[in-house]
């Protein structure tokens, strides 16, 4: 069957739903790759000066409450109804992005973080379910990957956007992303129609009894041993992963040399290079990091169309393995052109596993309770991200933070130097600690490269990741084998 037919069997909820993802996903990458960035970043130049390790805990912990709430918020919408829901939860996510920049204490900001991951916890369940519900057997393999591809687009334009106006003020980060989330309240309100109930009886039940029930409902799904095996695993594919945002922003920003990118793009195309690049002829994080995203709005169809004739579980390995290879590469270097390489290589993996395991478990949950089983795709995500706030936090900070090196090098060479503060920022004390050893501040940079070697991390995350894809291959072989083949 060709592309066209398979793409006039979709309903037009099918796309309403897709364009509020793109949305949602635009406002909230154009925020949360600049986040690490954010919390990290040096108090001189608007960052908050937190630690990697109060970094990785806000992150692990707040982005493993956004994923973990859909377990419940997925049962919430189907007594509630899809609409309300989404309004709440824009509500939420636009309220929480206006009030962040206005606060720069460490719990202030956990507190607001916290209150947009519920914003984001009630919105993703919803649109997950929405596209199983109005995809099938024919058409679910092509439909999660343009769901895919949506959610790539959003997190490829966001922070283009959000990385213009954070040369101005980072204030204007959040200002943006709260702009783009309010649009979809048009989507909401004069679009998209309410999906086929799957509230049954719960409309007659009090709310103690309802969470009863979730909970039992949950448990129940849970106790298949095959199925929570499986999410297991695929946890430990999410703590790879999201060292994509929790690690790999901050490693560039700290390491990378991406003046070879700049040069390259500048050759090529002058204007982008102006608009993407800064006045030092660099590339910011957030815009490498963001090359993921462009590789796959690229190719994600292409690889959804040659996925759809394998195997899902097979096809899921094939791509972690690859994705676990290429994020350790990542991290092995300091060249900005081999960064793009492997995030290209990165992203093949991405796009192989990532929408499979969607697929998968859309296909075989029960028909009536399609969006608390969505909600629990998003339970290995919630323990990942958890796993992936420690090793962006006490791992990298001993692996391979900036700060830490040159702090234990001044301690090292009995350097008194003042301890970082409002007064004195990360940028100050590595500054002052290059001018201690008569170094200009990229010399100072590869001497502490050399010496500490912090590209050392990429053996704990591709380690993480091989060893998921090497118990999925098990998993596959020896639990999964009297399953129906064909999902």
Known sequence: MSMTRVFRKFPSNFWYANAMELFERWAFYGFYILFALYLTGSTD????????????LMMGIGTAILYFLPLITGAIADRIGYRKTLFIAYSLYTLAFLMMPMFHTYPMVFVLYLFLAIGAALFKPIISATVAKTTNDETSSIGFGIFYMMVN??????????????????????????AVIAFNFVLLIFLFKEPDSEKGDAQTLSILDELKRLFGNILEALSDRRFLVFLLIIAGFWTMYYQLFLS????????????????????????????MGSADGTIPAELMINADAGFIIIFQIIVSSIAMRYKALKVMTTGILIASVAMGLCFSTQNGMLMLLFLMLFSFGEMSSS??????????APPNKTALYMGCSFLPIAIGSFFAGFVSGNVYQNLSDKISFAQREAVSRNFQLPVISEHFSQNDYLYAAASKMGMTNSEFTQFLWDKYHPSSIWMVITGIGIGAAILLFLYDRYIFKHVNANV
Do not use: M
């Not at 793009?265 to 608009?275: D, H, T």
């Open 153 to 178: 687009i959003g997190a490829f334009v966001g922070p283009f956007v959000t990385s213009f106006f954070r040369k101005y003020s980072w204030e204007y980060v959040f200002y943006a992303s709260a």
């Open 45 to 56: 130049q608007g960052g908050l000066g937190f630690s990697q390790t109060q970094k990785g």
């Open 355 to 364: 929408p499979k395991i969607t697929e998968y478990i859309g296909r075989i």
């Open 248 to 275: 790999l922003p901050v490693f560039i920003d700290q390491w990378g040399n991406t003046h070879p990118v700049f040069n390259f793009l500048n050759s090529v195309w002058p204007w982008l290079a102006s608009k």
